[in-house]
């Protein structure tokens, strides 16, 4: 809202602010805001059972709990917002990009190739740094005071409806949408989270596993190319194959990995 105003306007004269762009509302802290008082709440009993803190009421849901909560809250102080120009330099070159000419793309190309060396060089360094830490498996997770909370729709006293249903309302009535009921809520969560929980994850752990073997830098006999199906179920790993290649000359093989470059001799 910083870089587009509500009265912004496109370079055709249209206001920028139309559909399906809709203007954020900016989220002011009200302790006595009912929806406030329950995303505070939620948010505090969650992190507390992570961190094995005790609750201090034996009715955390109710309004005197709420309120004494957003209270203890509203001590805290947001620092102001501090324009970045850098940033916002971003989102006008992103909002623009399609109207880029021949030029600016010839410089958005030279910045890209600019970003991907320094990429390079940061992957390098990171290699290293992955190589060189070690997890200690010898003491067990509560010493680390924390443990993980596993998801669980069914059960109304874990905080974790109560926290999904606290911020997706925070988030409609930043953009105007329609708030939703807690029961909603929960059902559109009992579809959503499991399917996170089950393929996404997996694939996420397939890839992560991958990526790990990659930075290691193993045999390509030792990568997997892994096929997964929940519903049968079934999991299947083989060795990948070599990536097909195109013979051009002799001695000259490409493949969609291969890049070109060419430069002016004048």
């Known amino acids: 809202m910083h870089v587009y105003p509500l009265d912004s306007k496109t370079k055709e004269g249209n206001l920028f602010w139309t559909l399906p762009k809709r203007p954020p509302a900016h989220a002011q802290y009200d302790k006595s805001n009912p929806l406030h008082q329950k995303f505070i709440t939620a948010l505090a009993c969650l992190r507390a059972t992570i961190f094995f803190i005790e609750i201090p009421s034996k009715q955390p849901r109710s309004e005197t709990f709420r309120k004494q909560c957003s209270d203890a809250a509203d001590h805290f102080k947001v620092p102001a917002f501090v324009p970045n120009d850098a940033k916002a330099k971003e989102i006008q070159d992103q909002v623009n990009k399609a109207g880029k000419k ?123 190319s892994a096929f997964l199906n929940l519903a049968v179920p079934v999991l299947q790993a083989a060795e990948p194959g070599d990536v097909k290649k195109e013979k051009l000359l002799k001695d000259l093989e490409v493949s969609i990995w291969d890049r070109w470059e060419l430069k002016d001799f004048k």
């Open 102 to 224: 021949d030029d600016e793309e010839e410089k958005e190309e030279q910045k890209e190739q600019q970003v991907e060396d320094d990429t390079e060089a940061k992957l390098s360094d990171f290699k290293q740094l992955f190589k060189s830490l070690k997890l200690d498996t010898s003491k067990p997770l509560d010493e680390f005071f924390i443990r993980k909370e596993d998801f669980e729709k069914d059960n109304d006293a874990n905080y974790h409806i109560d926290i999904i249903h606290a911020m997706a309302n925070c988030r409609a009535v930043n953009y105007k949408l329609d708030e939703m009921d807690w029961l909603t809520t929960k059902l559109k969560a009992g579809r959503i989270v499991p399917a996170l929980a089950t393929t996404t994850a997996a694939i996420a752990g397939l890839q992560t596993l991958e990526m790990v073997k990659t930075i290691i830098g193993v045999k390509k006999v030792d990568m997997k």
